[in-house]
């Protein structure tokens, strides 16, 4: 028997060769890192990021991992807690855009009675070296409001989120790219909103794109089926690639913005220069007082 594990603040699931325990409630804060319950009567456990399949047979096991992604995810693959040691392991590996491979051969100890694998997975390769840029607004106004700056109280205390601007933009607000790119991940099928982190978190559409110095931006909370652009597609700073509107976590109509990369196997936001028709924009960093205005 095979059970599947959602544990919390893990990237991809649990996989257990014979019974488990009982399944644990799965939370993340970050744009498209939840596992989902999805799997294979084949023992496949997918999720947004990467899968683990384990192929072969006891006592000697393949860990095959795919990159579900059109763009580099770091993967680290390790016992569960409480596992028995396996040679190789720990490992961590930087795989392709869209690759599947066998990342481990494993030999079970004589006395083990079942395997426990955690995968973790994050987008982005390490080795890169974010540029200082400029950053177009994404989006066409020249009046605009700001309801919460980089290091906001409301969303913005999290490494992944800290440097986040969220633009006050009606439903329906054409959402362009703020620099060029290739669309990693895309999510657009969600409705509605809520303040309920356990329930909406992962109810906001958002669109990934991949900058060639390694860094991502990420345009969040986009309106149901407001994804203009597909995974794997080049994208030109200007480019219309999705309609804002007010999913998930949300408690008005707003376009969440964020420049990521990886620091290794932490996802963590990088302050982006964004200049508007009237200059470069200019926050006042105070712990996120809702209704601050962007300056020129």
């Given amino acids: 028997m095979r059970r599947i594990l959602l544990l919390p603040l893990l990237l991809c699931p649990l ?13 993340r804060t970050g744009w498209g890192l939840v596992p989902t319950a999805d799997a294979t009567a084949q023992g496949t456990v997918a999720g947004p990021v990467a899968s683990l399949t384990l192929e072969g047979g006891a006592p000697q096991w393949q860990a095959r991992v795919e990159n579900h992604l059109a763009g580099p995810v770091q993967v680290a693959l390790r016992p ?8 190789g392991l720990p490992l961590q590996t930087v795989l ?16 083990a009675q079942r395997l426990d694998l955690l995968l973790d997975a994050v987008p982005g390769d390490p080795s890169a070296r974010p540029q200082d840029v400029a950053y177009r607004l994404p989006f066409d106004a020249r009046r605009f409001q700001v309801t919460q700056a980089p290091q906001g109280r409301f969303s913005h205390g999290d490494a992944e989120n800290r440097d986040a601007v969220d633009f006050a933009l009606p439903e329906g607000t054409p959402v362009l790219a ?4 290739k669309v990693m991940q895309v999510q657009g099928n969600f409705s509605g909103n809520g303040q309920d982190p356990l329930r909406d978190r992962e109810r906001a559409n958002f669109i ?5 110095d390694g860094s991502m ?56 220069r964004i200049v508007a028709p009237q200059g470069e ?3 006042a960093r105070e712990q996120g007082d809702a209704g601050q205005a962007a300056t020129p």
């Avoid at 996989?15 to 939370?27: D, E």
């Avoid at 703020?178 to 790119?181: E, S």
């Avoid at 990934?208 to 060639?212: A, D, P, S, T």
């Fill in 80 to 87: 569960g807690a409480g596992a028995p040691a396996l040679p």
């Fill in 217 to 272: 931006a990420v345009y969040a909370h986009l309106r149901e089926n407001g994804v203009l652009v597909r995974s794997g597609q080049r994208v030109e700073a200007g480019q219309r690639i999705g309609v804002s509107g007010n999913t998930g976590f949300s408690t008005a109509p707003h376009l969440h913005f964020v420049v990521q990369a990886n620091v290794g196997m932490q996802l963590r936001s990088i302050p982006a």
């Fill in 96 to 111: 392709p855009s869209s690759a599947n491979r066998v990342v481990a051969r494993l030999q079970l100890p004589p006395d």
């Fill in 178 to 181: 703020a620099r060029a790119g």
């Fill in 281 to 283: 924009l200019h926050f």
């Fill in 15 to 27: 996989v257990t060769v014979a019974a488990g325990a009982s399944p644990a409630a799965s939370w």
């Fill in 208 to 212: 990934r794109i991949l900058h060639e």
